[in-house]
């Protein structure tokens, strides 16, 4: 939705009938709110203009009662689906919200605090496990427990979900995915496994499996272009994942594992389906099955690797390019990623749900928890 739209989606004035005791702001601040938002010089951002276009329909027309456009109108989607999602709120606290979001606005605006202005790297608050930052349009999402290989544990799958959904929905353009040291990542913390009583292994497939689903789900809906920029070894989910990646750019240091029968387990990250897909059956089953090890220049000729990059200049020239892709306009990316993933959004997430099902029985296996048991003791490195 251009700037503009939602604008003028704003303009016309559809006067209520409200009374003070429901009525916190007036129908004439409410009509002043829409006047101020035309004054904004800069372009709050898809989220804001969607915020403001549902808080505006739902206070002149109440909860949406439309019908849901088909899924390849995905602006009109879009604003359905802001405007579905605000249900019963009332049109007295719709108008409310509506104004304090345009008050808001011009305040971030005269302080010069929107975040476009700064050219700076902002670093988002609240993670431990990972690191996210957003500069040049681009919010990367790096994986930051270097001294365990980045093994990713309960937290850090958490962590992720959380950082996936704000990038999302906010003004990047595109996200990366990266690792922090040596590692891009080693794939599942083991330790996940560990200390749990022979009572408790049930719930932790249940709950593992859900955490799964959930988290490759999100890789799914990603709505903008999602890059990997794969800095070393990788191992387990986070090579599956590549396949749900729209760009995968490698070091010529990094390797690609799925060690998942060696572990007594078995693929995620809807591997099982886009795998064969990408390289073709015979090659899928020798890394799915037979835990083939690819280096980055077979990775690249097998289809799951966009591209490789010597170690040396890696950073440089990945980061050059992407800062010019982050360029281009977001929105033009971002419905054209989703033509291009839609018409197999649904059969993803029946996979994933199948591949999370399998697993939850694989995670109760004697197979599974003797390699676990034998990574514990050192006898099995990969
Ligand atoms: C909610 C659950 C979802 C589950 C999804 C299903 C996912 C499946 C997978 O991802 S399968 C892949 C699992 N990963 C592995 O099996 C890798 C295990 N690690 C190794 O084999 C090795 O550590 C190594 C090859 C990655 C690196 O070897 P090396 O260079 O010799 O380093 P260290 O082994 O000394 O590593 C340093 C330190 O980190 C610990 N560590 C590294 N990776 C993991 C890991 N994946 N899980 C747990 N711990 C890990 C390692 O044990 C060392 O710890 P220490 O210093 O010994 O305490």
Redesign the pocket.
């Known amino acids: 939705m251009e700037f503009r739209q939602a604008q003028a989606v704003c303009i016309p004035a559809v006067h209520l009938h409200m009374t003070t005791a429901t009525m916190p702001v007036s129908q004439k601040d409410f009509e002043k709110a829409q006047e101020q938002l035309k004054l904004l010089k800069k372009d709050p951002g898809n989220e804001t203009k969607l915020k403001l276009y549902a808080l505006f329909k739902q206070a002149t027309e109440g909860p949406c009662n439309s019908p849901k456009p088909g899924m390849l109108d995905f602006v009109k989607k879009a604003k359905w689906d802001a405007w579905n999602s605000l249900g019963n709120l009332s049109q007295d606290n719709a108008r409310q919200k509506y104004t304090e979001l345009v008050s808001s606005l011009i305040s971030a605006e005269s302080a010069g605090q929107t975040k476009d202005a700064s050219p700076e790297e902002s670093r988002h608050d609240d993670y431990e496990t990972i690191i996210v930052t957003t500069k040049n349009n681009i919010t990367k999402i790096m994986f930051n427990?270097p001294?365990?290989?980045?093994?990713?544990?309960?937290q850090m799958?958490r962590e992720i979900i959380k950082a996936l959904q704000e990038a999302g929905k906010d003004d990047s353009t595109i996200a990366v995915i990266t690792g922090n040291g040596?590692?891009y990542?080693?794939?599942?913390?083991?330790?996940?496994?560990a200390n749990v009583q022979p009572n408790d292994m049930e719930k932790m497939a249940k709950?593992?499996?859900e955490?799964?689903k959930e988290?490759v789900s999100c890789f799914i809906d990603f709505p903008k272009p999602l890059i990997a920029v794969v800095n070393g070894?990788a191992?387990?989910?986070?090579?599956?994942l590549l396949g749900l990646c729209d760009i995968v750019y490698a070091s010529d240091r990094a390797t690609f594992?799925?060690?998942?029968s060696?572990?007594g387990?078995s693929p995620?990250?809807c591997s099982s389906y886009l795998f064969p897909k990408i390289m073709g059956l015979a090659k899928a089953n020798e890394m799915l099955l037979f835990n083939k090890k690819l280096t980055a220049a077979e990775a690249c000729a097998w289809g799951l690797v966009t591209e490789v990059f010597p170690d040396g200049t890696f950073q440089k020239e990945v980061w050059e390019r992407l800062k010019a892709y982050a360029s281009l306009p977001k929105n033009s990316l971002a419905v054209s990623k989703q033509l291009l993933r839609s018409m197999e959004k649904e059969k993803l997430h029946a996979v994933n749900s199948q591949e999370c099902e399998v697993?939850k029985e694989r995670?109760l296996s004697d197979e599974c928890l003797n390699?676990i048991v034998s990574?514990?003791q050192?006898k099995?490195?990969?």
């Open positions: 427990r001294e365990r290989k980045n093994a990713i544990n309960h799958y040596e590692y990542t080693s794939g599942n913390d083991l330790n996940n496994f709950d593992g499996a955490l799964l988290f070894p191992i387990g989910i986070s090579v599956t594992h799925t060690p998942f060696q572990l387990q995620e990250g697993l995670w390699a990574f514990f050192r099995s490195k990969l």
